[in-house]
């Protein structure tokens, strides 16, 4: 089943400002801007919703998600006063 996620509030995906098309467990296709996929079977509105990767384990990882994940967050400290190292494996 083919089911394009589109036009997500927010998505962490360059290239994928139209959503995306998920084939069974997998991402089949990034939607840029101006692109319409086809051969879909569904179609979900995400237009009130925010496209985030990976969330395996959410109960406490979902927001080290929403941070992390942005290019902005990438090797800053999680905590004030902690290191990236968290992040990077550097001190």
Do not use: C
Not at 37 to 49: C, G, I, T
Not at 54 to 83: D, E, M
């Amino acid at each position: 089943m083919r089911t394009w996620i589109k036009d997500p509030l927010a998505i962490l995906a360059e290239g994928a400002e139209r959503g995306i098309v998920v084939e069974g467990t997998k991402i089949a296709a990034l939607v840029m801007r101006g692109e319409t996929p086809e051969r879909l079977d569904a179609v979900l509105d995400a237009s009130r919703h925010v496209v985030l990767p990976g969330l395996v384990n959410a109960h406490h990882h979902f927001y080290q998600t929403l941070t992390r994940a942005h290019p902005q967050a990438i090797n800053k400290p999680l905590f004030p006063g902690s290191s990236p190292s968290i992040r990077s494996g550097r001190a």
